[in-house]
């Protein structure tokens, strides 16, 4: 019998780098207008207005969006795996933070309402991941200039 497989796929480069592809989708497009009309007090972005309207405040709005842009890029850490060996344990406890703290905001279905930082918590995570894992196999990893 053929063992079942994700279809968001398995492992730990392959999960985090599906991860990451939602960093650059329109979802996370529209959370960053959104927080750039909240915090610039620019206006809000036209395709969003009858949302507002729907959810009563701006933070509101983001909370929800950051919930449904979470809900679908943390399905790609369901299967998110790390080796055994104790070198990795390190990696395993944030990848476990990542996880955790992902499905929490995007699989939670709570009444709890998320900012943009506390997503930015989530970018900053997969990054340390990364950085970690290139440490690991040596390299001398570099996180450049545009963090």
């Known amino acids: ?5 994700s279809e968001f796929g398995k492992g730990l480069i392959v999960c985090l780098l ?11 497009e529209t959370i ?3 927080k750039g009309a909240r915090t610039n007090k620019r206006g809000i972005p036209n395709r969003e207005e009858g949302s507002l309207k729907i959810y009563g405040s701006l933070e509101k709005l983001i909370s929800a969006r950051i919930t449904s842009w ?7 850490l369901y299967e998110i795996e790390v080796p055994k060996e104790k070198k990795w344990d390190s990696i ?10 992902g499905l ?3 699989h ?10 506390e997503a930015g918590k989530l ?20 996180l450049g200039q545009w963090q």
């Open 32 to 34: 960053r207008d959104l």
């Open 1 to 5: 019998m053929d063992e079942e497989k």
């Open 108 to 117: 939670g279905f709570t009444d709890q309402q998320y900012t943009f930082d």
């Open 92 to 101: 395993r406890q944030k990848v476990a933070e990542l996880r955790d703290y």
């Open 104 to 106: 929490e905001i995007g």
């Open 123 to 142: 970018f900053d995570l997969s990054r340390e991941i990364a950085f970690e894992i290139d440490k690991l196999i040596g390299l001398k990893p570099d």
């Open 18 to 28: 599906h991860f990451a592809n939602h960093w650059g989708n329109d979802q996370w």
């Open 70 to 76: 979470a809900n679908a890029a943390t399905d790609h």
